[in-house]
């Protein structure tokens, strides 16, 4: 590393990109935990790698690479927030609905949370003084809830508890002192107690196994796709949840669940495919929807299934061609 650092800093735009590659994907996942966005943390992180190029002269080795990456890239991210404010959730706009909104308009003027595609996302902490799991904190409860902490909060709570570092190396990277840290830290981690369920999907994916997850994935694809409303249902939890950004409208409770779902996707649209993927460590599905079964299907959403116990307690349809697109999917099923 001693030799490409140096090559870097003579200019050398190879060695630098041999010296980021490893870091590529954790920095990129930081920077979506702050922004709530694939796109955001797209140009975040692009933004946040130029600042760091042009400035390597100044790097002088006092931490570590890593470390000095993740102060320009929160830097990064902390100017974005400033700029476009926090992503929200259909939740985070008004009470459930209780029956089935048809032809309902979407929400274009809302900057909305946004699906991750974690298939390069270690398992794991990121350090022995990590609190989270790294697919822990992509979670969409934990992701959705950090949205509501001011940038300087999210920056600590996401430096501290999920990376690892100090209160000092954090006191470093944000340019204040580690009193303001701690207590940064103490209130984001209040309005988190208050948001995030106390168990992550990752422990209720752990007690399933990956079998009973995989069967309960399948079961729900096979529902959709028969159109078998008897066998959606036997798969959802009492308190169940659906929303669908860019739709305000979401929906909480069997009943409530059920209707749209009679209403909307079983009956209005002819045909639905489905394939199963992972996005935000949580069992996932792209859907695709066609005229007919045999014609070729065009990409819906990205679904993301929240479990618990074995049955589904929260689907989030993230409606758009692009959020496919993002999972290396095809946009059309032929």
Known sequence: MAGD???ARAGDDAAFSRLVAPLRQELHAHCYRMLGSTHDADDALQEALLRAWRGLSRFEGRSSLRAWLYTVATRACLDAVGRRGRRAMPIDLGPASDHAVVDATPLTEVAWLGPYPDAGLPAGPAGPAARYEQREAVELAFVAAVQHLPGNQRAALLLFDVLGFSAAEIAAMMDTSTTAVNSALARARRLLAERVPAGSQQQALRRLGDARVRETVTAFAT???????????ALLTADVTWSMPPLAQWYRGRDAVMDFAVQVPLTRCPSWRLRRTSANGQPAVACYVGPHRTAPHTAWSITV?????????GLTSFLGAEHVRRFGLPEEWA
């Open 5 to 7: 650092l140096a090559r």
């Open 223 to 233: 529902a959709l796709e028969r159109g078998d409303a008897d066998a959606l249902v």
């Open 305 to 313: 299934l929240t479990l618990r116990g074995g049955l589904v307690e």
